[in-house]
T-cell receptor, first 115, second 113 residues
Framework: AQTVTQSQPEMSVQEAETVTLSCTYD???????LFWYKQPPSRQMILVIR??????QNATENRFSVNFQKAAKSFSLKISDSQLGDAAMYFC????????????FGDGTTLTVKP | DGGITQSPKYLFRKEGQNVTLSCEQN?????MYWYRQDPGQGLRLIYY???????QKGDIAEGYSVSREKKESFPLTVTSAQKNPTAFYLC????????????FGPGTRLTVT
């Protein structure tokens, strides 16, 4: 079965500091996409960042960046200069392009940001 | 503004009753999905649809049904056969063939007593 594992159920970070959330996945496919989604207390899921598996360069979006290690099937999210608004549950997910766009999600990591 | 709407935000039903959750999108996306989220857990796929008049079961389809008569709409019915229906339900859509990132609605919290 294809799975996504987020080994850190909870993380905390001091405001303005950097935090890294871990994610590993298991797929035998070669063409897939990886995502980090954020779910704040409002429960509205929003996309944080996307990585195409065929790209070697790590994706970045402002203060958010990923460390994509394809051979190790690892996809961690780094949040720099953490802000209070970053407090949320973060989900790692992947989609295999030949699988009808179905996403497989991890169980999430709850991030607390301390002022 | 384009997006996904789900209604209502909170829904209460008595055990034994069927209930339908609404999901509408104006993003012109072909694919739509229904997920269930339980406290402290990730998203589990209930049903998905890639085109109008066609849909497939996800990982936890038992006790649920869907229809896709219009591209914009993908309602989910929680039947009395669903043993533990109380949960948070999220609808999503995606554009096939391009990244497959999903756009989510605000969700519906269903409580069955």
């Amino acid at each position: 079965a294809q799975t996504v594992t987020q080994s850190q159920p909870e993380m905390s970070v001091q405001e303005a500091e950097t935090v890294t959330l871990s994610c590993t996945y298991d797929t035998s496919e070669s063409d897939y996409y990886l995502f980090w989604y954020k779910q704040p207390p409002s429960r509205q899921m929003i996309l944080v960042i996307r990585q195409e598996a065929y790209k070697q360069q790590n994706a970045t979006e402002n203060r958010f960046s990923v460390n994509f290690q394809k051979a190790a099937k690892s996809f961690s999210l780094k949040i720099s200069d953490s802000q209070l608004g970053d407090a949320a549950m973060y989900f790692c997910a992947y989609v295999v392009s030949t699988n009808a766009g179905k996403s497989t999600f991890g169980d999430g990591t709850t991030l607390t940001v301390k002022p | 503004d384009g997006g996904i709407t789900q209604s209502p935000k909170y829904l209460f039903r008595k055990e034994g009753q069927n209930v339908t959750l609404s999901c509408e999108q104006n993003l012109n996306h072909d694919a739509m999905y229904w997920y269930r989220q339980d406290p402290g857990q990730g998203l589990r796929l209930i049903y998905y649809s890639q085109i109008v008049n066609d849909f497939q079961k996800g990982d936890i389809a038992e006790g649920y049904s869907v229809s896709r008569e219009k591209k914009e709409s993908f309602p989910l019915t929680v039947t009395s056969a669903q043993k533990n229906p109380t949960a948070f339900y999220l609808c999503a859509s995606s554009r096939q063939g391009l990244y497959y990132e999903q756009y989510f609605g605000p969700g519906t919290r269903l409580t069955v007593t």
